[in-house]
């Protein structure tokens, strides 16, 4: 057994006292409404700004106590309504809690659970000129990202954030309802080893509330700058751009073909196109243009060579001569470059997968009927990211997230503004899933092409009987078969079902 206690470092430091906010105060509106999606709006009788474990415990005791519901923020950056729900009265915010140190005790850089991936990489590169393979908004948030088993523009070289998690430091609520810290590292012996296991995909939310994760590279010894991967010193940014008034359905169709085609042939591991991660993006025909961003390691050989290569085939048969618009920086600079804002459009609704094989072409004309469809107004997005390589060269079971030989990682999404048009466009959303994924129940069920969902990209419809008709459970669609492990962690660390929310899991009897 590993000899761990929780949070040396909050005995050794002084900490400040936890701040609490109510309905009335100043700072509560702002607070409260720091979730992404503007549909979704919290409600809490009393937020609670922490800034360690000991704090939290503290909120976890008295909302026992109290039969209040309790419910954690991270980031903010979730686009479901899991933290923004009535049903919570007091709001455990992490927004404090974002300090980033090499611990040598654990031999592993030490992020506390409020941080931000743009405070991560930061704080990791300025300091050991290393990183992890986080995701591409600098804005999320390491709390959920994490938890959910993250992945970025690094995850074909490196893999994704979840293989380099070392440990985590969580508040539970045991057996007889009081809150206590539990150290769980990913340690063969370590008693709470499968506690850390549900954090390398299982989702956050439903377990405790994470208030410290650890990093080290499985196997990686000596000074901390070896401890996580290197990112590359320059980065290439390009923007492949193709209006949509000029693309026919034929083009489009094409566009996609050839985009998945290139992935299912180039995302084995050890592929030489490690080094390049992309995502295609089929925007709304109201957008103007549909995108391929790709992010490439300006170091790596032969790059202009084939950095051109993939250009071509993507856009072979087309018949359009796209738009490229090409820029350079440090890793750093790309890496905190921030996400286009949705600015009024901030109401929200997405889904997620995974694509073992490329999209069929009746999938794509679903699409295509979807994006070019003017009787709506939302920004409706296919994401197409880049996957495979690093990532599945590690086994279904490794890790909380299964999914280990897909090529592409697949997002849906739709934002608009006016709350009057929530109806039209959760449904028009829905008619695409619906139509790609017809032959499976409405969702991406785990099959020979697809594998399932994304539990950071959560979906609650496929709870509903009448959205998801595959007659496979959820929690099968997201976690497959480590769903029963899973289910046996909730059952003992959480068997009050303290922590929950929409697509958490409840515990079982017996
Ligand atoms: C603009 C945008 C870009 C994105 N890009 C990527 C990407 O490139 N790659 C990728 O993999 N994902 C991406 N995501 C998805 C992202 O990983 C998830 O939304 C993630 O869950 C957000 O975490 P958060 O802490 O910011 O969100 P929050 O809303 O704070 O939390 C999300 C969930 O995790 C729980 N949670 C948060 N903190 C903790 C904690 N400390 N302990 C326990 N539970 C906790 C919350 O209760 C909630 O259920 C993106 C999302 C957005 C909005």
Redo the contacts with the bound molecule.
Sequence with gaps: MTALTPSTAQAATKVAPEVIVRPGDARYAALAGR??NGRFVATPDEIWLVHGAAQVEKAVNQALARNQRI?????????EG??DDPQFRLLVD?SEMKEVRYDPAMRAFSVQ??A?LSDVYRALYEGWGVTVP????P???????V???????LSRRHGL?VDHLQAIE?VVADRGGRARTVVATRDPGDPNRDLWWAHTGG?????????RFWFRTPGASGAPSSLLPKPPARMRKTVVSWPWAELTEAGFTRLVLNHGAWHAANSFPGSPYAVMHSSLQLHSYFAGTCELEIRWDATSPGMERMHDSYIRAVNAGVGLEPTVTVKEGTWLEIALEP?PSYGEYSRQKSMGGHLRKPLTVEQVGAMYRSLSDQSHYGAGLVYL?AYGCKINTVSSSATAIPQRDSVL?LWYSNNWADPAQDEIEVEWIRTLRKSVHGATGGFPVPNARQDGG?????DVDMRDPAQNTSGVPWYSIIWKDNYPRLQRVKNTYDPHDV?R?A??LPPTRG
């Design positions: 979730g992404y419910t954690v923020r991270g980031g903010g950056h979730s686009f899991l933290v992490l659970a409020g931000r986080g995701g591409v908004c804005e999320v948030g390491v709390g959920g990202h938890s959910g088993g993250g992945y970025g523009p954030v969580i989702g956050g939310g439903g377990f405790g509330i994470v208030t996400t990211a990682k994304y539990i950071n990209y959560p922590f929310h697509l958490s």
